[in-house]
């Protein structure tokens, strides 16, 4: 455990009785959380032993703390702290226990932070209305979650609050499910569906419809009634009520699937914000159905059976429209008019409109001006015919399916575009060009323009400078970079893949003196006289014959001899008189893949400020020998190899080196970008590990390998779950493996056991503890890996 770690447990009396379990779950923590998210977990534990409730309160926070930040994210561990912190006022120790024991249940059951702190805020609600009713109604969490939605579950404890407020002995048996009442109460909100159970089914749905993953999370607004929130978009996520009853004889599942699919049309198919300039509300309300009703056209032109589904509730919502507001019942039909083309409304406003909408669509569906332009028609129309209500009662249609429509209305433009993108890079909103060479002469502004630059112009042959007798590219010493490669990202939280999650861009570091890399040879000496060996134990044999098969190519002579002797004799003869001949041709290629992240600029084995920091090696010096020895003794084996390097800037940003090719000779051109590689940014493993696979897969080798040389886990400034990118990483390896290419790790990290081997596999990595050794490990493990 780290010194922080075992100050904050300085205050459990039996620390030593429950060590392995501290232990494991100071791992757990590790692995889970940020350093931030370490800091917050270790002030918990601080705070938790200032309340002197004994060593069971402190050891449970321990515990479970891990798992509910796993399913919740560990922002919402200083909330939990601070609720702890203010109940310990109100109850004992053994409650807070029961509570932080019972939380990583209503983490899982919740499934959201929100959610979560709305939990907490009612628990410190019935401590002072009913402090004896806490213990039971914890005891009893498991079958109140599985049957309650937080609102429902704020309902009934605050009812049985007031209904015992003075009745201790009632509180127990209320809280307790033990009383007629509680159960009755109990039954009366229990809802029909609930968003947790049926999350992960949802999510399957939409991902076999669009083939991309869309991102839900629960809201719960019915704390004061049964009516809960309507779906609504908002930052790119999809909100859903947390419970679904069925209505009108539609199960509850059905709903959501309808909501789903609903909200996720609109992220597919709305690629523009609604102008809602000089409208009125009820003018908006008005467009906005005819804004559904094109997303769906849009959406059942690609998969008709969203007609059945989103129709079945229309035909439903007609009789109860039937007895609302005359307006009500006019939109009511509409819509359904609007989905369904066959269906035949007597009143003309409707008919023509509707008929006139799917003419448009069928035309131009996927440009929006034509909700507005039709939705404003028929509200002048509308109004001809029926008095103008509330807006409360417009918004108050019988389809429980539609969002609220916010995502549609977004006046600034660009707010509508950049909304819900959680880091981007300033420099990933340039624009490139491929123009002309007249465009190049008569309209360029600065032919030296940095990364900073707006715009970015591409010319297909080389712009000369006249007086400078070179061209721009010369003259800057700058390579281009490549076009974006776009790969997956594995989200173990909905297990499922983010589709072109993350950009790869191919670029070319400064290049160095080749000759760093020849004086390598000379430095390490011992270490090449040992790899000389290495080489010519695995040097291919050529053409091998092996005597004493039953079958083969040629008949061994003295074989055959023996055995025509033995049948003379009357002896069983031996009948393995043939030769084999076999080709030893080492069929290899292999990509040696390194971490050029900011760590590897540290040095080793002296601290900054110790005599002798400047001229000790750095971690990225080490690598570039090592790997500058591997290359000369594979160029020497002659095997087809090339080495790479990788960083990372956000997923937007994943940049990839390429310092030798498959197709390049090992010489002063792939050495000198070898010697001017330099470290900085992050470390996004698994997309540069597909990446690497993806050069992989285009050679012709028969066994294939990536040899990863790494300092450290997987990390990234845009991603603060270090859970995620570990998922990521394992599940680009066990990608690569079902492709026929083998990934080994060989980690600097001395504390890699941790997560190493669940990335790689058991036998997929090697640990170097002492990073000095690394130039003389790295060899012996490509032996071992390929011999």
Known sequence: ???????????????????????????????????????????????????????????TYVQEMPGVARELGEDIIPDIVGALMKLASHTSGTVLTLLLGSLGLAATRLGDAELMRGYLGLLHQLAGKAPRGLRPMLEHSDELFAKLTLGGLRRWALWGAQAHARDLDGQLAYFGLASEASRAVLQQERRGTLFVDNQRRLNFYLRALWARAFFMRPTSGDYESREGLRPFIEEFQIHLPDAFDDWQGIPGVDLYRAAAA???????????????????????FVVTLFEDARVEALAVAEFPGLRKLWGAIHAHALPLAANAHPMQSLLTRLARALLDPEYQD??????????????????????NAISREAGLAFHDR???????????????????????????????ENLFITQGLDYLPERARQVRRQVSVMEMVNELDCELAGDDAQEVWNLATPFWLDQEDCTINELEGREPISEPFHYPEWDYHVQLYRPDWTSVIERRQERGDPALMDEILTRHRPIASRIRHLIDALQPQGVVRRRGYEEGEELDLEAAVRAMVDIRRGVMPDPRINIRITRHVRDLAIVVLMDLSEST????????????????????????????????????????????GFASDGRHDVRYYRFKDFDQDYGDAAKSRMAGMRGGLSTRMGAALRHAGHHLEQQPAQKRLVLLITDGEPADIDERDPQYLRHDAKKAVEDLRTRGIHTHCLTLDPEADRYVARIFGENGYSIVDQVERLPERLPGVFGVLTG
């Open 1 to 59: 455990m780290t010194p922080d770690m075992q100050d904050a447990l300085s205050c459990l009396k039996s620390g030593a009785e429950h060590a392995q379990a501290l232990e494991a779950s100071h791992h757990e923590a590790a692995r889970l959380l940020s350093p931030r998210g370490l800091e917050h977990y270790v002030t918990g534990i601080r705070a938790m032993c200032t309340l002197n409730k004994g060593d069971d309160l402190v050891m």
């Open 262 to 284: 609903h909200c996720a049309a609109h992220l597919v198919y709305t690629t523009a914000p609604l102008d809602g300039t000089g409208l009125s509300p009820a003018q908006r």
């Open 346 to 367: 007597p009143e003309p406003a409707i008919a023509e409109s509707a008929a006139r909408f799917h003419e448009h669509c069928a035309n131009r569906g996927t440009d």
């Open 382 to 412: 509308a109004l001809e015919l029926v008095a103008l209500p509330s807006l409360r009662v417009l918004e108050d249609m019988p389809l429980p399916y539609r969002d609220d429509n916010r995502y549609c209305w977004a006046f600034d």
């Open 601 to 644: 600029n540290e040095k080793v084995g002296v601290n900054e400020g110790e005599p002798g920091y400047d001229a000790a090696p750095s971690i990225l010096d080490l690598t570039r020998e090592a790997t500058g020895l591997l290359a000369w003794a594979i160029d020497a084996i002659g095997d087809a190899f090339a080495v790479h």
